[in-house]
Antibody
C-alpha cells in the first residue's frame, strides 16, 4: 500500500525557515519523480516544486524560486522541501504527491502538513 | 503557463440529478503523437487531500464509480456526475499535465446538494 507521510510544518515568523519531509513507502521511490503541491486556506491547488528521479532535474513555481529547495534521499525514501525567507502568502497545507504514468499526474497524496507564516 | 479555467465556481444539484463541470485550457493539451489529452479530474472533500478520479480526460481510476465520466478534447473538457449522491459533495479540480511543469489546476468547482 502506497503511503506518503509529511512532517515538519508549523508556525514560523516571516523571514524564517522550515524543512518539510515526506516519508514514502509501498512503491519504488527512487523510480518516480515527486512533487510538492500546496493549498492556501480556502484556495485552490498549486504545484510548488518537483524533482525527477535521481534528483538532477528540479522545477519551482516562480513565486518560490530562489527561496525553496527540493531534494530527495532515495536511501531513506524521503522527499524534502527546504523553505527559506518565508512570507505570509506561503501559508498553506503542503502535500507530497506521487505521480502515476506521467510525472504530473498525481495518483497518491499525503495528508498534508500545515505551514503558517505569521508574526 | 497553461491556464485552466473551470465553470461554474459552484453548483447546486438535487440528489439523483446530473452535475456537469466545464474546464477550459488556454492552449491545447492534446498531444498529437499519441492522441491523448493530458487532463485529469480530482475530487477533494473537506479536510482531505485531493483524490484522482479521471485521467487522460476520460479514463476512470480503479474503484471510481461509473456515475463519474470525463469527456472533451483539445481545450474543452467536462466532468459529469450522472446521478448525484450525497457523498459526491466536494470541490472538483481539473488539472493539465501536458509536457513539462508547471502542471496547473483549475480554480475548483464546489458541488452541493440543492
Amino acid at each position: 500500500e502506497v503511503q506518503l507521510l509529511e512532517s515538519g510544518g508549523g508556525l514560523v515568523q516571516p523571514g524564517g525557515s522550515l524543512r518539510l519531509s515526506c516519508e514514502a513507502s509501498g512503491f519504488t521511490f527512487s523510480s518516480y519523480s515527486m512533487s510538492w503541491v500546496r493549498q492556501a486556506p480556502g484556495k485552490g491547488l498549486e504545484c510548488v516544486s518537483s524533482i525527477h528521479p535521481g534528483g538532477e532535474r528540479t522545477y519551482y513555481t516562480d513565486s518560490v524560486m530562489g527561496r525553496f529547495t527540493i531534494s530527495r534521499d532515495d536511501s531513506k525514501n524521503t522527499l524534502y522541501l527546504q523553505m527559506n525567507s518565508l512570507r505570509a502568502d506561503d501559508t498553506a497545507i503542503y502535500y507530497c504527491a506521487k505521480p502515476s504514468s506521467n510525472p504530473g499526474l498525481f495518483d497518491y497524496w499525503g495528508q498534508g502538513t500545515l505551514v503558517t507564516v505569521s508574526s | 503557463d497553461i491556464v485552466m479555467t473551470q465553470s461554474p465556481d459552484s453548483l447546486a444539484v438535487s440528489l439523483g440529478e446530473r452535475a456537469t463541470i466545464n474546464c477550459k485550457s488556454s492552449q491545447s493539451i492534446l498531444y498529437s503523437s499519441n492522441n491523448k489529452n493530458y487532463l485529469a479530474w480530482y475530487q477533494q472533500k473537506p479536510g482531505q487531500p485531493p483524490k484522482l478520479l479521471i485521467n487522460w480526460a476520460s479514463t476512470r481510476e480503479s474503484g471510481i464509480p461509473d456515475r463519474f465520466s470525463g469527456s472533451g478534447s483539445g481545450t474543452d473538457f467536462n466532468l459529469t456526475i450522472s446521478i448525484l449522491q450525497a457523498e459526491d459533495v466536494a470541490v472538483y479540480y481539473c488539472q493539465q499535465y501536458y509536457s513539462n511543469p508547471p502542471w496547473t489546476f483549475g480554480q475548483g468547482t464546489k458541488v452541493e446538494i440543492k
